[in-house]
């Protein structure tokens, strides 16, 4: 069963920002909110995590909202090599919990 | 810092081939996971260890699949004999802890003709 829902595919123009949505309407309070990504041929990329406040990092922003049942992954300054798959996972730090769970992500196609 | 680093890159073999692939990890992680990715299934994980030890290998198919973690900075997936429908990406993964992020390495392409 899905925990989180994000649209199957979006297009940003380069150099603009790049915002991913996703939802998790059943998120439990002990659960983070993970962004991977997967450029083709390569392996899963950690981009950000984050419990309830909003997290920046040299990747990228995450918003969490109020009631965390959504949020949104920001590219600030979308480039070609962006072009990737983006997975938004919700997982406890909890024994029994240690796999990620990769759903069909988002298929994010950079603009020239 | 170098990444988790898996090799070899691709692999080709026959069926009933043996087939080693091999991972070395964060320096300092403690935890080492292995996924198996293919189009069908996505991304499973196989199995993790912890501390050297293995903790969970309910993921692991069937009995021609064994890992094996010798010391905090090798470990092994081995299968034998091989089949085609083994053919898939294997990516290893490292984290400081069980349950922090996991980094994941560029994986090796399993091709069983």
């Known amino acids: 069963d899905a925990k989180t829902t994000q649209p199957p595919s979006m297009d940003c123009a380069e150099g603009r920002a790049a915002n991913l949505p996703c939802n998790h309407s059943t998120i439990s309070g002990n659960e983070y909110v993970y962004w991977y990504r997967q450029i083709h041929s390569q392996g899963p990329q950690y981009i950000i995590h984050?419990?309830?406040n909003n997290e920046t990092n040299e990747m990228a922003s995450l918003i969490i909202t109020e009631d965390r049942k959504s949020s949104t992954l920001i590219l600030p300054h979308a480039t070609l090599r962006d072009t990737a798959v983006y997975y938004c996972?919700?997982?406890?730090?909890?024994?029994?919990?240690?796999?990620?769970?990769f759903g069909t992500g988002t298929r994010l196609t950079i603009i020239p | 810092d170098a990444g988790v680093i898996q090799s070899p890159r691709h692999e080709v073999t026959e069926m009933g081939q043996e087939v080693t692939l091999r991972c070395k990890p964060i320096s300092g992680h403690n935890s080492l996971f292995w996924y198996r990715q293919t189009m069908m299934r996505g991304l499973e994980l196989l199995i993790y260890f912890n501390n050297n030890v293995p903790i969970d290998d309910s993921g692991m198919p069937e009995d021609r699949f064994s890992a094996k973690m010798p010391n905090a900075s090798f470990s092994t997936l081995k299968i034998q004999p091989s089949e085609p429908r083994d053919s898939a990406v294997y990516f290893c993964?490292?984290?400081?802890?069980?349950?922090?992020?996991?980094?994941f390495g560029p994986g090796t392409r399993l091709t069983v003709l």
């Open positions: 993964a490292s984290s400081q802890g069980w349950t922090d992020t996991q980094y």
């Open positions: 984050g419990l309830k």
């Open positions: 996972i919700v997982r406890a730090p909890n024994f029994g919990n240690e796999k990620l769970t």
